[in-house]
């Protein structure tokens, strides 16, 4: 079986979720990346949308596999200067606002000035507004509170904050002596982290793939169209890896490789699909088959944009997401030895 290297995936893991990275504002995440892969000393090229693609050279070059997994988070951008200074927001990507009341936060201005402040209800103080726990959590009711002296619009914007700077939520990032990982921004760099983990493992073992076998980290999912191009034309198998979501009626959890079968784009290949299942039930690799309802992949993406590939999905069961998020270091191995286990065996005929 696969030997997992945790303490190394943790500490790469930690080092992209602490880089910000919202849709959009991906640069220094991926120069992490880079830095990662020559490190490892993979060839690797960069795409005009941003993205990295790493290959490694299999036995048979005229069918290629390729994963893929994405460094862009959710985030905000600022959407208004309002009359007393403080900013309202614009959202990237699907999140509830609730989800980020009371988050501290960085605003990137345009100078490369990094400035504080804290997402918060208009109505947050309850000794003065009678809905303050009633109130929708919306945009027109969200706004960020800057940490410097300022009480209105001419005030904030000479700090160089302006219409359109991006907004990243603290991660707030902890792994528990119980072995569970918190954090935001899991979904989906805790597959980032595996798949450089898998690269770096294959390169110092040695190991020489049956295929040709290309790692896709994106930048552009949460918004939709992360892994939608440059995907070689010899690819005849994509492979997703993102999170499992977990919820009721789910099967995934915390502790399992999540491989799924259908989400809101409709069934993912099935053959492919079981070969991933065989390889678990042959490596004992516990998993579980799940069905996500309002989730979409880059592997749906590409299958979207009209590449002819097989697709498949899987990753980290991943709790409460596109919040505060939270995982266990047993999903994170057994994703791990799928993810070897798949990159190893024979393509399917």
Excluded at 8 to 29: D, H, M
Excluded at 174 to 186: D, N
Excluded at 190 to 209: H, M, V
Excluded at 224 to 234: A, F, H, T
């Amino acid at each position: 079986m696969h030997q997992f290297n945790e303490a190394r995936t943790i500490e790469v893991l930690k080092r992209l979720v602490e880089t910000p990275s919202p849709s959009g504002f991906t640069e220094k995440v991926m120069q992490v990346i880079t830095e990662e892969l020559t490190e490892i000393g993979v060839p690797f090229k960069r795409t005009n949308k941003g993205a990295v693609i790493a290959t490694l050279q299999g036995k048979d070059d005229t069918r290629h596999r390729l994963l893929t997994a994405h460094t862009d988070t959710l985030g905000a951008m600022v959407k208004e200067i309002k009359s007393n200074g403080r900013l309202k927001l614009t959202n990237i990507g699907g999140f509830n606002w609730n989800a980020v009341e009371g988050e501290y936060c960085h605003i990137h201005t345009a100078s490369g000035k990094e400035v504080r402040g804290t997402i918060l209800m208009h109505q947050t103080t309850v000794h003065v507004y009678r809905n303050s726990g009633t109130a929708e959590r919306n945009a027109d009711n969200i706004e960020v509170r800057i940490d410097e002296k300022v009480t209105n619009a001419a005030e904030t914007r000479a700090l160089g904050i302006e219409v359109g700077d991006f907004v990243s939520f603290d991660p707030r990032f902890e792994v528990t002596p119980t072995g569970f990982i918190k954090s935001r921004h899991l979904d989906d760099k805790a597959s980032t982290a595996l798949l450089l983990e898998l690269i770096r493992s294959l390169k110092e073992n040695g190991t020489e793939l049956p295929n040709t076998t290309h790692f896709y980290i994106s930048n552009n999912e949460e918004i939709g169209y992360g892994g939608n191009s440059n995907i070689p034309n010899e690819t005849v198998e994509y492979i997703a890896v993102d999170m499992g979501a977990i919820g009721d009626g789910q099967t995934s959890d915390e502790y399992t490789v999540s491989i799924c079968a259908k989400d809101s784009s409709g069934p993912y290949h099935y053959a492919l699909t079981r070969h991933l299942t065989a390889l678990c039930e042959k490596g004992s690799v516990p998993y579980k088959l799940d069905i996500y309802p309002y989730y979409g992949s880059d592997a749906s993406a590409a299958i979207r944009a009209g590449f002819d590939v097989r697709h498949a999905l899987f990753g980290p069961g991943i709790e409460s997401s596109h919040a505060m998020e939270r995982t266990h270091v047993d999903s994170l191995k057994a994703t791990a030895q799928l993810l070897h286990a798949y990159v190893t065996s024979e393509m399917m005929e």
